[in-house]
């Protein structure tokens, strides 16, 4: 499938990197609706502030959407399903890993999640529930199956100043390596070809070494 997905740490200064928005506007080129899938179901003036604040981050750049919309616990699952299967970006968002994918089960959207053409992007939570297996750090170092849009196991906000985010890294990395992305970072993935801008480390056995995007490929090819 020529599907474009990118995976994202954080933007704490609510801004994309140039680099980053460049890469959003070659790979969007249409624009019509752009569909928010919350990580705080019902926290619902929460997530009508971060769904306008985060379209913000893409009209500053050009390359704002006709419509946006957020999935929350609000959604009928008759139109949840229905805004996945117009979007033209679908656009995990950050919060908790585990409340979203219950969502994503309990409004019936998880395969058309997976099977719709639209570009999926995912923040920090987001970017989690996208990998094949997911593990909420906060929540339990017990994993869980994610969307599978890689064979990868994301983990966001990387920062060797955080030791107790960086601490129970390294121990999920004991058992499967983990994608550590820190904040501005991106992961672009189109096809078979990966891309990304940032920094990213790899850590595998609680071993941090520089991410490689051959990683994934490789990680694929020893778990097929």
């Excluded at 919350?38 to 003036?45: G, H, I, K, T, V």
């Excluded at 060797?160 to 129970?168: G, I, N, S, V």
Aim: charged share 25%; hydrophobic share 40%.
């Amino acid at each position: 499938m020529n599907r474009f997905f990118a995976y994202f740490s954080g933007f704490p200064t609510h801004h994309f990197p140039n680099e980053i928005a460049a890469r959003l506007k070659k790979e969007i080129p249409v624009r019509s609706n752009l569909i928010f899938v919350s990580a705080w179901p019902f926290d619902y003036s929460r997530n009508d502030d971060d769904a306008a604040g985060m379209h913000e981050m893409f009209a500053e750049q050009g390359i704002g959407f006709e419509h946006f919309y957020v999935i929350d616990d609000r959604t009928e699952s008759k139109q949840a399903l229905k805004l996945i299967t117009e979007a033209s970006c679908v656009y995990l968002m950050g919060g908790n890993a585990t409340e979203q994918m219950r969502l994503i089960c309990d409004k019936g959207i998880r395969d058309a999640i997976i099977a719709c053409s639209a570009a999926t992007l995912g923040v920090s939570a987001g970017s989690m529930n996208m990998g094949k297996t997911t593990v909420d750090i906060w929540e339990s170092l017990v994993p869980y199956e994610g969307l599978g849009f890689a064979d990868i196991t994301v983990i966001g906000h990387f920062s060797y100043e955080a030791e107790e985010r960086l601490d129970l890294m390294k121990r999920v990395s004991m058992n499967r390596p983990v994608c550590a992305m820190a904040d501005e970072s991106a992961i672009f993935i189109r096809n078979t070809q990966v891309t990304c801008a940032g920094e990213i480390h790899w850590i595998d056995k609680g071993i941090i070494t520089e991410f490689s995007s051959n990683l994934i490929q490789i990680h694929e090819e020893q778990n097929r």
